[in-house]
């Protein structure tokens, strides 16, 4: 399923909304959470999952087609945690 | 780093605040795109939403795990787990927004 199939899905199901509002709904959404976790913030989707940032400390890496250190500086990483709903739902209990 | 945790009521003021819904009904148009995403994801079906990222679900074989504490072999079933892959996007700015 692709963004544009979700947003088919829902304005569908709310014929009293105009579809270039239910894409506005759906982009917000997805926006909310993006934003959040640039602000270093976590949403929680109970039953759903937990979106939240990871810190990657600093290191040192290597070029691996020529072996080369490179000093790798400290960043964060967006992770996201199944909740335990669906983790169920997604084998059969 | 603040660290505040958003909930469905964060998404669904959003919501609110972006088209003339009422409260009620944005609530529920977030609980409506979550269900659609978990369902297609049970069927197996990849969820892919550009510039956010893609959900899949992967096969994981049985294998025999450990119980770390007591050391007993215990068996792993073989189950299904969904991972999310961020979009370069989301990384980019979830990167740069935690700088420091």
Known sequence: ?????????????????YQRDVEG???????EITN???????????????????KRDARVGRNPRTGESVQVEEKHVPFFKTGKLLRDRLNGK | ??????????????V???????????????ESLLEHMSDALVKGEQVKISSFGTFSVREKAARVG?????GEEVPINPRRVLTFRPSHLMKDRVASGNKR
Request: aromatic content about 6%.
């Open chain 1, 25 to 31: 709904i759906v982009n917000t959404i997805f926006e």
């Open chain 2, 1 to 14: 780093m603040s660290e505040k945790t958003l909930t469905r009521m964060d998404l669904s003021e959003a």
């Open chain 2, 16 to 30: 609110f605040r972006e088209v003339g819904l009422s409260r009620n009904d944005s609530a529920q148009l977030v």
């Open chain 1, 36 to 54: 959040a976790m640039s602000r270093g913030d976590r949403v929680e989707l109970r039953g759903f999952g937990a979106f939240s940032v990871k």
């Open chain 1, 1 to 17: 399923m692709i963004r544009s199939e979700l947003i088919q899905k829902i304005a569908d199901e709310n014929p009293h909304l």
């Open chain 2, 66 to 70: 450990r119980n770390p504490k007591t």
